[in-house]
T-cell receptor, first 116, second 111 residues
């Protein structure tokens, strides 16, 4: 079965410090990978998605970047964190095709980032 | 960006009551998904509907996709405290970045 791991679960960082959140998927090959940010228990904002190694698409201009060095590894980074980067970050994966034709996402447990 | 509005934004009810959550958009979607998220965790898929007018039942939860595939509803019968959480609808189009999430409904079921 497929599993998704995301870490760290909680992170407190000072303004101006770097960031690295990591996500790995097991039990599948060539997944679509996603990074979302969620503000205060509301809807999800798509930050980045990737359909293959080294292929990154950014949905919104921001202080963050993403990389996919391996097929099942997705990393969210920042060189210098801002206060506004605080939030709940979620990694997710989906198969390229499903029986229903819908792009069904499976999420990690999330990473809570607090920038002070 | 395709906007999906959910209503109500917050809902607090007594155990045993019924409730309906709505997800509305001006855009047409090829599929509509509902997720539930508990505090400190990622959302978990409840159901996917793909046909206009489709109704799916998951125990006490009934999901309906609008005939025009622009809206959806989630009805919970005899709510239980375990139903507490954030309910998110998500509309799907085409492509890998094709899932657009709604604004969320936070449900609290009081024992």
């Amino acid at each position: 079965s497929q599993t998704i791991h995301q870490w760290p679960a909680t992170l407190v960082q000072p303004v101006g410090s770097p960031l690295s959140l990591e996500c790995t998927v097991e039990g599948t090959s060539n997944p679509n990978l996603y990074w979302y940010r969620q503000a205060a228990g509301r809807g999800l904002q798509l930050l980045f998605y990737s359909v293959g190694i080294g292929q990154i698409s950014s949905e919104v201009p921001q202080n963050l970047s993403a990389s996919r060095p391996q097929d099942r590894q997705f990393i969210l980074s920042s060189k210098k964190l801002l206060l506004s980067d605080s939030g709940f970050y979620l990694c997710a994966w989906s198969a390229l095709r499903t029986n229903s034709g819908a792009n069904v996402l499976t999420f990690g447990a999330g990473s809570r980032l607090t920038v002070l | 960006t395709q906007l999906l509005e959910q209503s109500p934004q917050f809902l607090s009810i007594q155990e045993g009551e019924n409730l309906t959550v709505y997800c509305n958009s001006s855009s047409v979607f090829s599929s509509l998904q509902w997720y539930r998220q508990e505090p400190g965790e990622g959302p978990v898929l409840l159901v996917t509907v793909v046909t206009g007018g489709e109704v799916k039942k998951l125990k006490r939860l009934t999901f309906q996709f609008g005939d025009a595939r622009k809206d959806s509803s989630l009805h919970i019968t005899a709510a239980q405290p375990g139903d507490t959480g954030l309910y998110l609808c998500a509309g799907g189009g085409t492509g890998a970045n094709n899932l657009f999430f709604g604004t969320g409904t936070r449900l609290t079921v009081i024992p």
